[in-house]
Nanobody, 125 residues
Framework: VQLQASGGGLVQAGDSLRLSCTAS????????VAWFRQAPGKEREFVGG????????AYADSVKGRFAISRDNAKNTVNLQMNSLKAEDTAVYYC???????????????????WGQGTLVTVSS
């Protein structure tokens, strides 16, 4: 199983970025995919996730209304559209996937079996 995250970069506050996570080696349509991030000196935190085929999408309160997750099962890809970026969104963003987790565990990083390599998002103020 491989997860490939892409789309990070350096932007200014208020700008937008779209991250993509492409998976291979798993049955994508039945897999829950989430984005986590880790800022320097901080613990990794849940950003948003889409449960299995997309029946449920959840976001961290800090990004709700600004970020949006979507998935394209035909391309085995989950996208994270990030709008109105703030300096505090600066972090390494990781995508994670899991086929066995239940809905109530979607926000827990320990629930995921597979992780991408991370992509750096830097927002300058």
């Amino acid at each position: 199983v491989q997860l490939q995250a892409s789309g990070g970069g350096l932007v200014q506050a208020g700008d937008s970025l779209r991250l993509s996570c492409t998976a291979s080696g798993l049955t994508f349509r039945t897999t829950t995919v989430a984005w986590f991030r880790q800022a320097p000196g901080k613990e990794r935190e849940f950003v948003g996730g889409i449960f299995r085929a997309g029946s449920t999408i959840a976001y961290a309160d800090s990004v709700k209304g600004r970020f949006a997750i979507s998935r394209d099962n035909a391309k085995n890809t989950v996208n994270l559209q990030m709008n109105s970026l703030k300096a505090e969104d600066t972090a390494v963003y990781y995508c994670a996937a899991g086929s066995r987790l239940i809905l109530s565990s979607m926000r827990r990083d320990q629930a995921y079996d597979y992780w991408g390599q991370g992509t750096l998002v830097t927002v300058s103020s």
